[in-house]
């Protein structure tokens, strides 16, 4: 286990008990595969947690359908009524806030975030990347990795830091690129590895925190 874990500190916006369930907040963008992908792990009693709430910045956006099947609350914050980012994370870490959560999943969350945001959950902001960081941080890491033409690439869940796809490392999984592969074909192999490892990664922040909690 990767010394990164060392670095998690107790949330400061809630006072849960030893052996509750960790409290998400999902962010998402898009189709929300990830952000179900959690749910369904949740169900399954794989992943000690509860999903209290989902913002998205889009509206319309499959990620919403998914929440609301669940009976998941869903918040829409568009960034276009925010005049500067940080603004706009001063308003999600308000709503966060009122639903006490306590780690927070960025799950095909597309907008770069501020210090607002990191400061508010430090060590407990996560995110989920498709390659294998340090390579190909950024947009279109797939388009990247074809581009490169390595054998293999992969996905990777980390903490976030203010630079982008910088923070430590969670958990990563490796995929291995076909010669045929095109970045649909590629991608829909590496999704399937992130729905596996962000779960996993989520288990492992809350078994630390639970840890914590008893601590205090």
């Not at 947690?49 to 319309?60: C, E, M, R």
């Not at 009976?71 to 006490?100: C, K, M, S, W």
């Not at 770069?112 to 960081?133: E, G």
Request: charge should be negative.
């Amino acid at each position: 286990m990767p010394d990164t874990y060392s670095l998690i500190s107790p949330a400061p916006t809630t006072n849960m008990q030893p052996g509750s369930p960790l409290i998400l907040g999902i962010m998402a963008s898009g189709s929300g595969s990830n952000f179900e992908a959690v749910a369904i792990a949740i169900e399954n009693g794989d992943l000690h947690a509860k999903v209290a709430v989902l913002i998205h910045n889009k509206p319309d956006i499959q990620a919403i359908d998914r929440a609301q099947k669940r009976g998941i609350p869903t918040v829409f914050l568009d960034h276009l009524n925010y005049a500067t980012r940080a603004e706009l994370d001063r308003a999600i870490v308000a709503t966060f806030q009122t639903y006490q959560v306590e780690c927070v999943v960025m799950a095909g969350w597309m907008r770069v975030i501020t210090q607002v945001l990191i400061d508010a959950f430090p060590d407990r902001l996560i995110n989920i990347h498709p390659s294998l960081l340090p390579s190909f941080p950024g947009i279109h890491a797939i388009e990247q990795a074809l581009a490169a033409k390595v054998k293999i690439t992969g996905c990777t869940v980390h903490l976030v830091s203010l630079e982008v796809d910088a923070g430590p490392i969670l958990v990563q999984a490796a995929v291995p690129v076909l010669p045929n592969d095109t970045s649909e074909t590629l991608h829909a192999r590496v999704q399937i590895q992130e729905h596996l490892i962000l779960p996993q990664a989520i288990e492992l922040l809350a078994q630390k925190i639970n840890t914590d909690r008893i601590s205090l």
